[in-house]
């Protein structure tokens, strides 16, 4: 690395310690504000894997772009690493927003454009990275079919569950 150091493994931890507080964090506040009982109230379609499954998958997603963050600024130094690296950092600022956007509104609607964005943001992270480095982009790939997932899951919550502004009449 051209006698610069690159991030060691205290690094990674520090890293996955923090995002692992913060999607802990998340799921409580989620829990404590009653929203997981609005979820489980909504009309959902019947292939809708659990919502203890979902949570617990959405808790480990983090670590996926994290270990990618920690490969890509691994890999190198040069302006495509820190395009990639900001790419991956703002991917996991978005996770959380989302979740806290659909949550705290509790508009289905809502939730599903949050999703879109970041289903929109995911398909650039993941190239991005992969041009950073092809492991970490490679690793982006989990969190980009967890995204896509949430995508169609957010759809199909808001088809069941008209009322919102963006499905008054249509469906």
């Given amino acids: 690395m051209n006698g610069k150091r690159s991030p060691g493994i205290v690094t990674l931890l520090v890293y996955l310690i923090a995002v ?17 009982t609005w979820l ?3 009309n959902a379609p019947h292939w809708t894997p659990g919502y203890t499954l979902l949570n617990l998958i959405g808790l480990f997603i983090p670590a996926f772009v994290v270990i990618a963050l920690w490969i890509n600024q691994r890999a190198g130094a040069g302006m495509i690493h820190w395009l990639a690296s900001g790419f991956i950092a703002l991917f996991l600022i978005g996770l959380p927003a989302q979740i806290w956007l659909f949550f705290s509104t509790r508009d289905v609607s809502l939730g599903f454009v949050a999703a879109l964005g970041m289903w929109v943001f995911t398909v650039f992270a993941v190239w991005v990275a992969g041009r950073g480095s092809r492991p970490a982009g490679v690793l982006m790939w989990v969190p980009f079919a967890w995204q896509s997932l949430l995508l169609i899951l957010g759809f199909e919550l808001m088809r069941l569950n ?3 502004p963006l499905t008054a009449g249509i469906f």
Avoid: E, M, R, V
């Avoid at 692992?20 to 997981?36: C, E, P, R, V």
């Fill in 162 to 164: 008209t009322g919102g």
């Fill in 20 to 36: 692992s507080s913060l999607a802990g964090g998340l799921s409580g506040w989620i829990h404590a504000t009653g929203a997981f």
């Fill in 40 to 42: 489980t109230g909504l």
